[in-house]
């Protein structure tokens, strides 16, 4: 089945005032069945709005639920200090009971890089670098032992993503998924075909690699409340055949995890998460 999450709060938040609602958004996401919440995350504020941190807003949120997935999607992972990220994590998904996944990307945002003194220069390279040293930590292997280890086996999942050929390989050295961000069917069925061609020589079966997207949902009788960054799931004026249909392509395609981000005011969110439970929910949740 296809597993579908939501972001605990709505997309490009204009104010601060508008992430104060997460924990009882993810409460709601979790009572309506959603497999997953998820939080992206820059260090400074810009064009994408209020953002707060990934891994402090995912472990309030799983000290306000039971059951639901936490995810990050994504964490710039080339900002972070690699022991201290491997033991925030490891801490995480401990005291989560094993709910958490790891979603990373290298970033693009230069002046994120500038204001924590990290070079902006090579980050795909030390995130490499930092992927296969976390696993190593996870895995309680050599030195330095980390304070905690992870309650998951071998660790958290991972979630890699990025679009290039270095990205693809990243994720099939390291990643238990590829993420990406708005694709369709045949996007999908191209990325796939993409991972059978770079496999070779990472000692991966890119059969075992899952894939994964974010996506972005206007539901039915919502307007936007902040241009849609491409095409919405379900087109640009979308229904519930349209939304369903295009769900059920990319499942067919490959997809394990949808992750949705609905861009609608702040105070809409809880009644279009209620759609999305009520309407597209049975068809594709995990029992």
Sequence with gaps: MLRIGVAPHCLWPARDEEV???????????????????????????????TPDP????????GATERIGLVTSILVLPLYNTIVLAHQAATLDRLSGGRFTLGVGTGWDASE??????????????????????RKLWR?????????LPRTEGGPRVWVGGGSDAALRRALRYGDAWHGAGLDAAGLTAVRERLDGLAEGTGRDPGTLALTTGAFLVPPGFAPAVPVPGRPLGGADASIESVRDELGALAEAGLAACSLWL???TEELPEALG???????PHFAKD
Excluded: K, Y
Excluded at 113 to 134: H, K, W, Y
Excluded at 140 to 148: A, D, H, K, S, W
């Design 55 to 62: 891994l402090v807003t995912l472990a309030a949120v799983a």
């Design 113 to 134: 890089f500038a204001a924590v003194s990290v070079p902006f220069a090579g980050r795909g390279r030390r995130m490499d670098e930092q992927l296969g040293t976390v």
């Design 140 to 148: 309680g292997e050599g030195e330095p032992r980390l304070g905690v």
């Design 20 to 50: 104060d609602g997460v924990l009882a958004i993810a409460g709601t996401a979790e009572e309506l069945g959603f497999d997953h919440v998820f939080a992206s995350g820059h260090a400074l504020a810009g064009d994408s709005g209020v």
């Design 275 to 281: 759609w999305v439970a009520d309407e597209i929910l």
């Design 263 to 265: 861009p609608v005011a």
